[in-house]
């Protein structure tokens, strides 16, 4: 808001706020191209990717799988150019390999190698949740959208509770696993609900509330550090923004650039809903159906997107959204 002396007298004008900055990362598979099976070649692939794209990739649980992180971005055409940048350059480099790179969530076929790369956190954590981190690969899309103020975000991630269905029902991604088709959009969304830091966002009072919390799992080696815990939004441990993880890697670029729009105008929603609403309403409801939120995100239908993607935020209230909040000119799309 901004107050403004006309003829005399104040007059309150509404402004646009800033941008929020975004940034984008995405899980790949490694994947035979006649077989399906799973390659264990990461780090050739990271190895001859283009200079410009080589730092943004990232190595993951599996030797065969491959993530592609952005910068920080304020639009979303530069989101989608970088993306594409990576994506393409990746695709290419698993092909001089001979491999195909697959924007999927789960592992579709057979995970016929199941080694960590090098480093100790790898180990650790299998170390420490034993089987479950041998599940078979799984891939998500995670958005960042810059919130530094700590209070804030801890604010932002209690009020973005009810729009985590709808991103999971949109990025939903991954039917088959192990060679068979489980009946869910996303299997991901079940696999994973044997971490045990798995699941919708805990209600926080305050950011003294959500670090005493952290401290408290780390402490009684429930995780192992702050970076394992996976709940669907949540503070980044490394960067100033509020990270959500809920959703599978999208096969289609222009799908992962319209979800990080619809997260970008969540988060802003959220924030302008701060004073007026509170969120602790909805949290016994998310947390009895996390489960539901593979299925459907109200009453575990068995097609869990088409419910989902045609409840009214998303058919009427998302548009709005991202119109007020998200790119105020049209994203290039090619």
């Given at each position: 808001?901004?107050?403004?002396?006309?003829?005399?007298?104040?007059?309150?004008?509404?402004?646009?706020?800033?941008?929020?900055?975004?940034?984008?990362?995405?899980?790949?598979?490694?994947?035979?191209?006649?077989?399906?099976?799973?390659?264990?070649?990461?780090?050739?692939?990271?190895?001859?990717?283009?200079?410009?794209?080589?730092?943004?990739?990232?190595?993951?649980?599996?030797?065969?799988?491959?993530?592609?992180?952005?910068?920080?971005?304020?639009?979303?055409?530069?989101?989608?150019?970088?993306?594409?940048?990576?994506?393409?350059?990746?695709?290419?480099?698993?092909?001089?390999?001979?491999?195909?790179?697959?924007?999927?969530?789960?592992?579709?076929?057979?995970?016929?190698?199941?080694?960590?790369?090098?480093?100790?956190?790898?180990?650790?954590?299998?170390?420490?949740?034993?089987?479950?981190?041998?599940?078979?690969?799984?891939?998500?899309?995670?958005v960042h959208v810059g919130v530094a103020d700590r209070e804030l975000a801890v604010q932002v991630c209690n009020h973005l509770q009810v729009w985590l269905p709808v991103?999971?029902?949109?990025?939903?991604?991954?039917?088959?696993?192990?060679?068979?088709?489980?009946?869910?959009?996303?299997?991901?969304?079940?696999?994973?609900?044997?971490?045990?830091?798995?699941?919708?966002?805990?209600?926080?009072?305050?950011?003294?509330?959500?670090?005493?919390?952290?401290?408290?799992?780390?402490?009684?080696?429930?995780?192992?550090?702050?970076?394992?815990?996976?709940?669907?939004?949540?503070?980044?441990?490394?960067?100033?923004?509020?990270?959500?993880?809920?959703?599978?890697?999208?096969?289609?670029?222009?799908?992962?650039?319209?979800?990080?729009?619809?997260?970008?105008?969540?988060?802003?929603?959220?924030?302008?809903?701060?004073?007026?609403?509170?969120?602790?309403?909805?949290?016994?409801?998310?947390?009895?159906?996390?489960?539901?939120?593979?299925?459907?995100?109200?009453?575990?239908?068995?097609?869990?997107?088409?419910?989902?993607?045609?409840?009214r935020p998303a058919r009427v209230g998302a548009r709005r959204r991202v119109l007020r909040h998200g790119q105020p000119r049209p994203v290039e799309v090619r």
């Amino acid at each position: 808001m901004a107050t403004m002396i006309t003829a005399g007298r104040p007059v309150t004008r509404t402004m646009p706020a800033p941008a929020l900055t975004i940034g984008v990362e995405e899980e790949f598979l490694l994947l035979d191209p006649v077989t399906g099976a799973n390659l264990p070649i990461a780090d050739q692939v990271a190895a001859a990717l283009p200079e410009s794209v080589r730092p943004r990739s990232r190595r993951e649980m599996r030797r065969s799988m491959l993530e592609l992180v952005t910068g920080v971005c304020t639009g979303l055409n530069e989101v989608r150019a970088q993306l594409s940048e990576q994506r393409r350059a990746a695709a290419d480099a698993a092909e001089a390999a001979g491999a195909r790179l697959v924007a999927v969530g789960a592992t579709p076929v057979a995970e016929l190698d199941s080694s960590m790369p090098a480093g100790q956190r790898y180990h650790d954590l299998a170390d420490r949740y034993g089987p479950v981190a041998a599940d078979p690969a799984a891939c998500g899309l995670h958005v960042h959208v810059g919130v530094a103020d700590r209070e804030l975000a801890v604010q932002v991630c209690n009020h973005l509770q009810v729009w985590l269905p709808v991103v999971r029902a949109l990025t939903s991604n991954s039917p088959l696993f192990l060679g068979v088709d489980t009946g869910h959009a996303s299997w991901r969304s079940v696999q994973l609900l044997r971490w045990p830091s798995i699941g919708p966002t805990p209600y926080f009072a305050s950011a003294r509330d959500y670090g005493r919390t952290v401290e408290d799992l780390i402490s009684s080696s429930m995780v192992l550090d702050e970076a394992s815990i996976y709940w669907y939004a949540r503070l980044s441990p490394t960067y100033p923004t509020v990270e959500i993880r809920v959703g599978d890697v999208c096969t289609d670029l222009d799908d992962t650039v319209l979800v990080t729009a619809l997260v970008r105008a969540a988060v802003a929603t959220a924030i302008a809903d701060i004073p007026g609403r509170d969120p602790r309403s909805a949290a016994p409801r998310l947390r009895a159906g996390r489960r539901e939120l593979a299925l459907g995100p109200l009453r575990a239908q068995r097609r869990p997107g088409r419910p989902a993607a045609r409840a009214r935020p998303a058919r009427v209230g998302a548009r709005r959204r991202v119109l007020r909040h998200g790119q105020p000119r049209p994203v290039e799309v090619r």
